[in-house]
């Protein structure tokens, strides 16, 4: 098949343009920076476009590149610079209206988009959810409030054009993998801490109420790689067992767990992005105290999907990929340092300041 997918230099997309590369089909990626990439090599797409979906001229070009695409798989979201709030939802759920408009003009049959977990309400207990549970997401969260709205653009497009395009959407719970340590270092940690910091941690200040979903972003490329197949519609929750708590990340670092409530965490987190001492705005926070479990039943009886890494195994990779600075073969998962960051905050300021042009 010849699938196109946008976002695919990302953490996510490295992967399952991995995957289908591997699977055999013709894989063209989508990405505003294609530079230094090398078409057709180890785990890379076999052609690349530039495309910055945030403007409204891209919409042009993805008619062109979509047209006899068997299907186009929608990664494309941002999370940086979180204080650019208007550039996130451009590129977030702008981006997802042009995918949309794109995929009607070139008439694709099938559309892969890459919900999340943060489509859902609040949780009212610790039950694992299915996909019917309320999508109303976290209403603090920015990222919460574009996932919902993305879809609620999937609705509204299935609603006015019935039968014209399949549409999925794939709702894993946190992603994670070794060669996304870099990335989620820049995500994560302000520039000047170096990576081996991680290893030094002799307590974690968190809720020991904390449970999160988790799932290997190999195991979301093969759960893409079996809905392609069976052309498979509607959402799938995908999630590893068993749910990732405080106490285990503490001891994936060697840390003392020290019990903080989330709301002086949240203070915390609050006071520190005011001041752009660090990138993660109270959303996340929210968000993970916030969200329910997640039950992936249908994605293992309609798919015959089995994660083949547990939470635990996710949650010990990307700390590992994280204390190593490990690195991919695109630019959003190039090599991270504090000699970079430095480079990077002299050429463009800190990324907590920082705009995309």
């Not at 299935?158 to 709702?171: A, D, H, V, W, Y």
């Not at 302000?190 to 290893?199: E, H």
């Not at 509607?234 to 903080?260: E, S």
């Given at each position: 098949?010849r699938?196109?997918v946008?976002?695919?230099?990302?953490?996510?997309?490295?992967?399952?343009?991995?995957?289908?590369?591997a699977?055999?089909?013709?894989?063209?990626?989508?990405?505003?920076?294609v530079?230094?990439?090398?078409?057709?090599g180890?785990?890379?797409?076999?052609?690349y476009?530039?495309?910055?979906?945030?403007?409204?001229?891209?919409?042009?070009?993805?008619?062109?590149?979509?047209a006899?695409?068997?299907?186009?798989?929608?990664?494309?979201?941002?999370?940086?610079?979180?204080?650019?709030?208007?550039?996130?939802?451009?590129?977030?759920?702008?981006?997802?209206?042009?995918?949309?408009?794109?995929?009607?003009?070139?008439?694709?049959?099938?559309?892969?988009?890459?919900?999340?977990?943060?489509?859902?309400?609040?949780?009212?207990?610790?039950?694992?959810?299915?996909?019917?549970y309320?999508?109303?997401?976290?209403?603090?969260?920015i990222?919460?409030?574009?996932?919902?709205?993305a879809?609620?653009?999937?609705?509204?497009?299935?609603?006015?054009?019935?039968?014209?395009?399949?549409?999925?959407?794939?709702?894993p719970?946190i992603?994670g993998?070794?060669?996304?340590?870099?990335?989620?270092?820049?995500?994560g940690?302000?520039?000047?801490?170096?990576?081996r910091?991680?290893?030094?941690v002799?307590?974690l200040?968190?809720?020991?109420g904390?449970?999160?979903?988790m799932?290997?972003?190999?195991?979301?490329a093969?759960?893409?790689?079996?809905?392609?197949d069976?052309r498979?519609?509607?959402?799938?929750?995908?999630?590893?067992?068993?749910?990732?708590?405080?106490?285990?990340?503490?001891?994936?670092?060697?840390?003392?767990?020290?019990?903080v409530?989330?709301?002086?965490?949240?203070?915390?987190?609050?006071?520190?992005?005011h001041?752009?001492?660090?990138?993660v705005?109270?959303?996340?926070?929210?968000?993970a105290?916030?969200?329910?479990?997640?039950?992936?039943?249908r994605?293992?009886?309609?798919?015959g999907?089995?994660?083949t890494?547990?939470?635990?195994?996710v949650?010990?990779?990307?700390?590992a990929g994280m204390?190593?600075?490990?690195?991919?073969p695109?630019?959003?998962?190039?090599?991270r340092?504090?000699r970079?960051?430095?480079?990077?905050?002299?050429?463009?300021?800190?990324?907590?300041?920082?705009?995309?042009?």
């Amino acid at each position: 098949m010849r699938i196109v997918v946008t976002g695919a230099t990302g953490h996510v997309g490295s992967a399952m343009v991995r995957r289908l590369v591997a699977d055999g089909h013709d894989v063209v990626g989508l990405a505003r920076r294609v530079d230094d990439i090398v078409p057709g090599g180890d785990g890379v797409a076999s052609s690349y476009r530039s495309v910055d979906l945030t403007r409204p001229e891209s919409e042009t070009a993805l008619v062109d590149v979509f047209a006899g695409a068997d299907a186009v798989v929608h990664l494309a979201w941002g999370f940086q610079p979180s204080h650019d709030q208007a550039y996130l939802e451009a590129l977030g759920v702008g981006g997802t209206r042009r995918v949309l408009a794109a995929v009607a003009a070139a008439a694709v049959p099938h559309l892969v988009h890459q919900s999340s977990l943060g489509v859902y309400a609040p949780k009212r207990d610790d039950a694992p959810v299915g996909e019917s549970y309320p999508t109303d997401g976290v209403p603090t969260s920015i990222y919460s409030r574009h996932k919902v709205a993305a879809e609620r653009l999937l609705d509204e497009h299935e609603r006015r054009q019935p039968g014209t395009t399949l549409i999925t959407r794939l709702r894993p719970g946190i992603i994670g993998q070794r060669n996304a340590g870099s990335s989620l270092l820049r995500y994560g940690l302000p520039g000047l801490v170096p990576a081996r910091a991680l290893g030094l941690v002799p307590v974690l200040p968190m809720d020991r109420g904390l449970r999160v979903p988790m799932v290997h972003a190999d195991d979301v490329a093969d759960a893409l790689s079996r809905v392609l197949d069976r052309r498979a519609g509607g959402a799938f929750n995908l999630v590893a067992d068993p749910p990732v708590t405080a106490a285990d990340i503490a001891a994936a670092l060697g840390a003392r767990l020290v019990h903080v409530p989330s709301g002086v965490l949240r203070g915390l987190v609050s006071a520190s992005w005011h001041a752009r001492l660090q990138q993660v705005d109270t959303g996340w926070i929210d968000l993970a105290f916030a969200l329910p479990l997640l039950d992936a039943t249908r994605a293992r009886t309609e798919l015959g999907w089995t994660p083949t890494h547990d939470a635990h195994e996710v949650l010990g990779e990307v700390l590992a990929g994280m204390r190593e600075a490990r690195s991919g073969p695109t630019p959003v998962l190039r090599p991270r340092s504090v000699r970079q960051a430095l480079a990077d905050a002299w050429r463009g300021g800190l990324v907590s300041s920082r705009h995309r042009p």
